[in-house]
């Protein structure tokens, strides 16, 4: 098989990069190691940036999104049981976030490409990239237990933090920044409605809470809980009463809670790899650099890795010129390393740290008391919230 872009990946980064060459004109191939059903199955990121919803709407995808994604104006930090508002609109100028589970956005593209006549291989096994430091780079791999060869002139890393893009490059060509954080976050899916309709980021001597939501009647809850914790000590009912003790009593209240119908521990980590660029291999998105949830920035970031490439290959085929393709993966850095640090910045405020001393606890003390009393504060969190612009 031959191809101008083999894509390796099909999550929001493989998927969007995939529909907006594929609509310029560019050939593109799609292999993803796991099946479409559980591609579609994965519940992760909620909240969208103005940006991402741009790139989405140019990817084809804005109907859903419009009609059913739920307009974020603003959001709650408690400190125990003190409630403070983040104004989003009123700080930054009239911008806000979208929510709109990842979910969701991966089947609104998964079925662009199929009505646009895009090709994905799902199950495709043992991807491995070969020669990508030359003008002639080929991916192999089996698909429906049969030996195939994929020549193409690019390749876009797009298999997350897991994935053989990354782990293909020689250890020498990279260099990697990572920090692990000592917990982890347990999250689950209720149909229940939101305890509110904007998200609250709690701050709890027990530990920090997430209140978020999928739609008006489907709540999405997350906890604090330690890194090694296994889902089976976690019973619905453990979980709601944690959660309540986490929340300000008129919130925990008002809550309405129901069965789970997923659930599931997220560990936490920073990480980035540099560069991005490797020859003729671009990694993207996850692949290359990994948040913590905090921030709600890592399907964002892997949207605007996705422009700073798409403007590049766009550049090679159409104009002749690669002059962004060059410049991709220092463009794209600069922005990732502005959401690595909010990311570390929002998780280190908002958690408890077991590992802390008692002077680093009181600096992240004061460090929320200064955010929750200082409009200057407020909005830097704010700008970097909706979004960093590119
Ligand atoms: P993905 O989504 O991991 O997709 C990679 C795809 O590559 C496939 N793959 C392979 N395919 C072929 N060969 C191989 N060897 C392969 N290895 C892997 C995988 O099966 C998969 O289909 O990476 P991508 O596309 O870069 O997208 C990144 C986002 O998924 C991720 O950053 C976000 O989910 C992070 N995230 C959040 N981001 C936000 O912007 N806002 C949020 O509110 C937010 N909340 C979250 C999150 C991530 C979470 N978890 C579970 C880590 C909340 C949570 C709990
Ligand atoms: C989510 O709804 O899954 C979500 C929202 C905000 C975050 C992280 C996750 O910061």
Redesign the pocket.
Known sequence: MTTQVCI?????????LGQLLHDIGVETLI????SLD??LS????????QG?MRMLVTAGIGGRMHAQGLVHEGFAITRDDDIHRIDLTGLTGGKWVTVYG?TEV?RDLVDRRAETGGVTHYE?D??ALHEFDSVKPYVT?RIGGEEVRIDCRFIAG????????RRSVPEDAIRTFEKVYPFG?L?ILSDVPPVSHELIYASHSRGFALC?MRSRSRSRY?IQCNAGDSIDAWSDDRFWTELRRRLPPGIAESMVTGPSFEK?I??LRSFVAEPMRFGNLFL????AH??P?T?????????S?VHYLFEGLRGHFLERDNHLLDTYSSRALDRVWKAVRFSWWMTTMLHRFPDQSPFEARIMESELAYTLGSEAAQTALAENYVGLPY
Do not use: M
């Not at 921030?295 to 949207?303: F, I, P, R, T, W």
């Open positions: 390796i990946g099909a999550g929001p980064s493989g998927l969007l292999l993803e190691r796991a559980h591609v994965r519940v992760r990121a909620g909240v969208l940036e991402t990842q991966t495709a043992g991807v791999c797009c298999d997350g933090f897991h994935g053989a893009s976050w999250g978020s997350y599931s997220a560990p993207v998105g996850d692949a990994i948040v949830p921030g709600a920035k890592g399907l964002n970031l892997a949207a890795d």
